[in-house]
C-alpha cells in the first residue's frame, strides 16, 4: 500500500520531468551556465570576428602591442594578426583609441565569460589590405597605397571602414534573440560599439572638408565611397552612408550633415552574418574568403558557409 502510494504521489513529477525533457532536450541549451539556447549562442559568438579584429586595430594602433601583451587568455592561442602596427597619432587621438581598444577587450571577455567562443582568427591588418579596400572603393589605384598608420585623418578613415560593420551585425542580431541574458549581452555590446562610431565619425565630421594628402580627395568623399563599397558588397540595398549625403537623403530629408548613419526615421541599420561576412572579406560572397580574413572567419555561422 505504501509503494502504490509513493509511486501515485511521485508520478506528476516524472510527467513533469517527461514535458521537460521533451520541450528542451539535451543540448538545446548549448551555454549551461545562462541557459542559452544553441541558435542564441551562434549569434553571440559570430561578432567575436570583428571584436577580435577591433581589438587588435586600435590596441597596436595606439600602444604598439596587442592582445597577446594585453590579455594573452582571450585570444585562444589563435594566430597573430599579419601586418598590423603602432601608428603615427596626435596625442588626443591617440588617447581616444586606446579607450576603444581597453573597451574592445572588455567585450572579447564578456562575450566569452556567456559563450564558449573561439580562438582569435587570422586576421590581416596590413597596410596593403586597407589599400585594397580603398582601391576597390575608388575603383583605381591610388598612388601612393594608403596607410592608415600614417597620420590622425589616415587611421580614422581605417576605423570607418570596420567598426560600423559590428554595430549592424548588433542591430540585426537582436531581434532573433531568444533568451534575456543574451538580448542584455547585446544591448551593453551594441551600446558601447555605437558610441565607438558616433565618436569615429564626428571626429572626420570635422575635418570632412579636408583634403587626405596626397589625393587631393576630401574625408566626406573617402567615407562616402566606402559606405557605397559596402552597400555594394552587402548586397542588401543601402545600409550605410557617408558623412555628408543629399538633404533629401538626411535626417527628416531636411539637412545633408549626417554624422550619425540612420534610415528614413533615423533608426540604425541592421546586417545579417552573411551580409557581413561579404563586406568583411571584401568579395561580395560569403562563400569566399578574404580581405581581413584569409582563412575566413570563425564560430558555426561563418564555418557553415565554407563547408
Same mark, same amino acid.
Given at each position: 500500500?505504501?509503494?502504490?502510494?509513493?509511486?501515485?504521489?511521485?508520478?506528476?513529477?516524472?510527467?513533469?520531468?517527461?514535458?521537460?525533457?521533451?520541450?528542451?532536450?539535451?543540448?538545446?541549451?548549448?551555454?549551461?551556465?545562462?541557459?542559452?539556447?544553441?541558435?542564441?549562442?551562434?549569434?553571440?559568438?559570430?561578432?567575436? &570576428? =570583428? %571584436?577580435?579584429?577591433? *581589438?587588435?586595430?586600435?590596441?597596436? #594602433?595606439? @600602444? $604598439?602591442?596587442?592582445?597577446?601583451?594585453? !590579455?594573452?587568455?582571450?585570444?585562444?592561442?589563435?594566430?597573430?594578426?599579419?601586418?598590423?602596427?603602432?601608428?603615427?597619432?596626435?596625442?588626443?587621438?591617440?588617447?581616444?583609441?586606446?579607450?576603444?581598444?581597453?573597451?574592445?577587450?572588455?567585450?572579447?571577455?564578456?562575450?566569452?565569460?556567456?559563450?564558449?567562443?573561439?580562438?582569435?582568427?587570422?586576421?590581416?591588418?596590413?597596410?596593403?589590405?586597407?589599400?585594397?579596400?580603398?582601391?576597390?572603393?575608388?575603383?583605381?589605384?591610388?598612388?601612393?597605397?594608403?596607410?592608415?598608420?600614417?597620420?590622425?585623418?589616415?587611421?580614422?578613415?581605417?576605423?570607418?571602414?570596420?567598426?560600423?560593420?559590428?554595430?549592424?551585425?548588433?542591430?540585426?542580431?537582436?531581434? &532573433? =534573440? %531568444?533568451?534575456?541574458? *543574451?538580448?542584455?549581452?547585446?544591448? #551593453?555590446? @551594441? $551600446?558601447?560599439?555605437?558610441?565607438?562610431? !558616433?565618436?569615429?565619425?564626428?571626429?572626420?565630421?570635422?575635418?570632412?572638408?579636408?583634403?587626405?594628402?596626397?589625393?587631393?580627395?576630401?574625408?566626406?568623399?573617402?567615407?562616402?565611397?566606402?559606405?557605397?563599397?559596402?552597400?555594394?558588397?552587402?548586397?542588401?540595398?543601402?545600409?550605410?552612408?557617408?558623412?555628408?549625403?543629399?538633404?533629401?537623403?538626411?535626417?527628416?530629408?531636411?539637412?545633408?550633415?549626417?554624422?550619425?548613419?540612420?534610415?528614413?526615421?533615423?533608426?540604425?541599420?541592421?546586417?545579417?552574418?552573411?551580409?557581413?561576412?561579404?563586406?568583411?572579406?571584401?568579395?561580395?560572397?560569403?562563400?569566399?574568403?578574404?580581405?581581413?580574413?584569409?582563412?575566413?572567419?570563425?564560430?558555426?555561422?561563418?564555418?557553415?558557409?565554407?563547408?
Amino acid at each position: 500500500m505504501a509503494s502504490s502510494t509513493s509511486a501515485a504521489s511521485n508520478s506528476p513529477v516524472l510527467i513533469l520531468s517527461l514535458f521537460i525533457f521533451l520541450i528542451f532536450p539535451p543540448g538545446s541549451f548549448a551555454s549551461s551556465k545562462w541557459k542559452i539556447p544553441q541558435p542564441d549562442v551562434d549569434l553571440l559568438e559570430f561578432p567575436l &570576428n =570583428l %571584436e577580435f579584429l577591433e *581589438a587588435e586595430f586600435f590596441l597596436w #594602433g595606439s @600602444l $604598439g602591442y596587442g592582445l597577446d601583451s594585453i !590579455a594573452p587568455e582571450l585570444t585562444g592561442n589563435g594566430p597573430a594578426p599579419i601586418g598590423v602596427k603602432y601608428a603615427k597619432l596626435s596625442h588626443p587621438v591617440r588617447d581616444v583609441v586606446a579607450q576603444f581598444a581597453f573597451q574592445e577587450v572588455g567585450h572579447l571577455r564578456a562575450i566569452k565569460n556567456t559563450v564558449p567562443g573561439f580562438p582569435r582568427p587570422l586576421l590581416n591588418l596590413s597596410s596593403e589590405s586597407f589599400a585594397t579596400v580603398i582601391n576597390s572603393a575608388f575603383g583605381r589605384t591610388l598612388w601612393p597605397p594608403f596607410d592608415p598608420y600614417a597620420n590622425d585623418i589616415n587611421y580614422l578613415i581605417a576605423s570607418y571602414v570596420i567598426p560600423y560593420v559590428g554595430l549592424t551585425g548588433y542591430v540585426g542580431a537582436n531581434p &532573433n =534573440l %531568444e533568451s534575456p541574458s *543574451a538580448k542584455k549581452l547585446v544591448a #551593453g555590446l @551594441l $551600446g558601447v560599439e555605437s558610441g565607438q562610431d !558616433a565618436v569615429i565619425r564626428a571626429l572626420l565630421f570635422e575635418r570632412a572638408y579636408v583634403m587626405v594628402k596626397p589625393y587631393g580627395i576630401t574625408v566626406a568623399e573617402f567615407t562616402d565611397r566606402i559606405s557605397y563599397l559596402r552597400n555594394q558588397l552587402g548586397h542588401a540595398g543601402v545600409k550605410d552612408e557617408g558623412l555628408v549625403v543629399r538633404a533629401s537623403e538626411g535626417p527628416e530629408g531636411r539637412i545633408s550633415g549626417n554624422v550619425l548613419a540612420g534610415d528614413k526615421d533615423s533608426l540604425s541599420f541592421g546586417r545579417t552574418p552573411e551580409e557581413i561576412l561579404r563586406i568583411v572579406y571584401g568579395s561580395g560572397n560569403e562563400n569566399k574568403t578574404g580581405g581581413f580574413y584569409p582563412k575566413g572567419a570563425d564560430g558555426r555561422i561563418a564555418k557553415s558557409h565554407l563547408e
